[in-house]
């Protein structure tokens, strides 16, 4: 066994750099792969002294490097970012050329507290302990990579599985700094950093939505379904930290109310009915001892929400076009037919319009399976090849995503190693918690319910292709691990 760790433990060192180093060759050369420079804006330099000033505090204390993790993951200014040579990610003939960078101010971060523990360590790095399903995951992901740099049509391509690459990036990076750092002693710190970058974000999203006159609430950094699906997935977190008393009830009211504001103003329905589904399911699952009990009541709560909706559409309280029979009037599902849209055809309407065009991101993704189904197309290459998979070409000329976690991932890792990365991602950390669960009972073993509710919120978006939310979740996968086989060491400092 520690033969297979020190094994592992070396490749994710060698591939870490490699990676880097592709990124800085790239970045010189430029290589011709639609590198661009300079995207300096008027928040850059703001935002850099801001991450400047954060990376001093860091450097200072320990304990408020893990204060401000979190907020560095998810919260912090996107200008930062554009200091660094950036990918174009959009594709040539979309309206709007968009980029991005290749090396982000999450590596950095990152990178800077592992050379922390480093220096804490004497320079020597701590064996990583490996579960089998990580191994296998880390051997998958390396054979894809490299099999999709061989088949790269040029260097755009090349260029854009480097600037994906920032899930394998990420996921090494927590690897190492969790062996350098028992992060169970920073509990209480990461615990403040998911609270100040919920309201953080909240404060952005009005200053954003104020000087952009946007109808709904949004977040500079964020995308509209994103910013709204992982503010709810804080906020079940923070639920259950309050319901077992691991958090103060003024910080955990803070945060349900700044929810509240996000999910409203935001006006995001899916991300709504995920944080209703996650509660229902952890109430099912919470206590196995209690499991039917809490299934008749999840239950109960169901056919309620059945009956309420038919009186509310009886009574005209809710509007005729949500009735089941006006509803049904613009669905037409046939399965003889080929296409995803030819099989549920829909009627366009305003209700309607956001599940049409999504069945096209759904049909591209299937189609993109179909032809590539053990590797993919490679991660980050989905919006240039888009339209290339759908005979009308029908999908908008703007940077979108396939709108499905669990797609995104097949169409550009490949079926065997899309559903290996998206169990690892949103179920592996539910499996962790029970394993570790009596051994540790501090906070950090709830962070699980957020993985779960992107998970779900993964059917109708594709979170994992933003990478603050990537990070946030890797973090989760890696601190739970981490936890897990140090869970007979050193219990839970704080309460």
């Known amino acids: ?232 997935a804080t906020s079940i977190f923070i639920y259950f930290l309050v319901k077992k008393k691991l958090i103060s009830k003024r910080i955990a009211y803070l945060t349900f109310l700044v929810t509240i504001v996000i999910l409203l103003g935001s006006g995001t329905r899916g991300a709504l009915l995920s944080v209703i589904v996650t509660l229902l399911i952890l109430s099912v699952l919470e206590n196995p001892r209690k499991a039917a009990i809490n299934f008749l009541k999840a239950s109960a709560v169901f056919f309620i929400s059945i009956i309420v909706y038919l009186y509310g559409v009886e009574q005209n309280i809710i509007p005729k076009r949500y009735s089941v029979s006006e509803i049904s009037k613009k669905v037409n599902i046939d399965f003889s037919k080929d296409g995803l849209r030819d099989i549920f055809h829909l009627e366009h309407s305003w209700e309607t319009n956001s599940i049409i065009s999504r069945l096209g991101l759904f049909e591209s993704s299937l189609n993109m399976i179909e032809k590539h189904p053990l590797t993919g197309i490679g991660a980050g290459r989905w919006n240039r090849y888009k339209n290339n998979y759908l005979e009308d070409k029908s999908i908008v000329k703007v940077l979108i995503d396939s709108h499905n976690d669990y797609l995104a991932m097949m169409s550009q890792y490949g079926i065997p190693l899309g559903l290996l990365f998206s169990y690892l991602v949103f179920l592996y950390p539910v499996s962790q918690q029970i394993k570790i669960r009596g051994a540790y009972n501090g906070p950090l073993l709830y962070l699980y319910v957020i993985n779960l509710t992107m998970g779900i919120a993964a059917f109708s978006n594709a979170g994992f292709f933003k990478h603050q939310v990537a990070s946030v979740l890797l973090f989760s996968v890696c601190c739970l691990n981490s936890i897990y086989f140090t869970k007979d060491e050193n219990q839970s400092i704080s309460n």
Not at 163 to 169: A, E, F, L, Q
């Open 1 to 232: 066994m520690r033969k297979e760790n020190v094994l592992f433990s070396l490749i994710c060192v060698i591939l870490l750099c490699a990676l880097y180093l592709s990124i800085g060759v790239v970045s010189i050369l430029g290589l011709n792969g639609e590198v661009h420079y300079n995207n300096i804006a008027s928040l850059t330099i703001p935002s850099i002294i801001f991450f400047i000033v954060v990376c001093i505090f860091a450097i200072w204390r320990i304990q408020l490097y893990f204060l401000l993790l979190i907020f560095v993951l998810l919260a912090f200014p996107a200008p930062v970012d554009d200091i660094f040579p950036s990918i174009y990610i959009s594709n040539q003939d979309d309206f709007r050329s968009v980029v991005f960078p290749l090396i982000t101010r999450i590596d950095i971060y990152l990178i800077l507290g592992v050379v922390i523990g480093l220096l804490k360590k004497g320079g020597r790095l701590p064996l990583i302990k490996f579960p089998l399903i990580l191994k296998l995951f880390l051997l998958l992901f390396v054979l894809v990579f490299f099999f999709n740099v061989f088949k790269s049509n040029d260097f755009w391509d090349f260029n854009l599985l480097l600037t994906y690459s920032y899930h394998i990036r990420y996921f090494i990076l927590f690897l190492i700094l969790f062996q350098l750092f028992d992060i169970k002693k920073y509990e209480s710190q990461i615990v403040n950093s998911f609270v100040i970058s919920i309201v953080f974000l909240c404060f952005e999203a009005f200053v954003n939505t104020y000087f952009k006159e946007a109808g709904r609430l949004m977040s500079g950094s964020l995308a509209l379904n994103t910013f709204a699906n992982i503010t709810g």
